[in-house]
């Protein structure tokens, strides 16, 4: 197994590990006492959102565990990569605009999403650099 396969691989771990948080999201959050404080929209949108975003989490951890050659060796999966390492720059980027809370756990989560960036990003390079050099 290549370096660029074993960061996939780790990055689909990474993925699974973030959509079971997000189950948790219901009683880590109270979310069924807390989402009664919205509007029906809200509560809906809220909870429909962190489903989808479970989707996504459990569709790429399963793809990166499944098709991890593919990911590195096809310019599809690079893109697939290169998708997913700016998806977490940007919750990282969110992480600063709108959970501004000093507390370790949201540091933790920063750190996170910085990893989930690399975990992608890394083997995209990798996966690109070996194909512009064939």
């Avoid at 973030?18 to 929209?41: I, N, P």
């Avoid at 599809?76 to 700016?86: I, N, P, R, S, T």
């Avoid at 919750?91 to 920063?110: G, K, S, Y």
């Amino acid at each position: 197994m290549t370096t660029a396969e074993l960061l996939v691989r780790l990055a689909g771990v990474h993925s699974l590990g973030f959509a079971m948080f997000h189950l948790a999201f219901w009683r880590l959050f109270g979310w069924k006492r807390e989402l009664d404080q919205l509007g029906a929209a809200n509560r809906a949108i809220m909870q429909i959102l962190n489903l989808r975003v479970i989707y996504v989490f459990l569709g790429m951890g399963v793809i990166a565990l499944t098709f991890t050659s593919d990911l590195v060796d096809t310019r599809l999966g690079l893109v697939l990569l290169c998708f997913m390492a700016l998806f977490w720059v940007g919750r990282m980027i969110e992480q600063f605009v709108f959970l501004r809370i000093n507390d370790w756990r949201v540091h933790l989560l920063t750190g996170l999403f910085v990893l989930g960036a690399a975990l992608h990003a890394v083997p995209m390079w990798l996966g690109f650099m070996r194909a512009i050099s064939r």
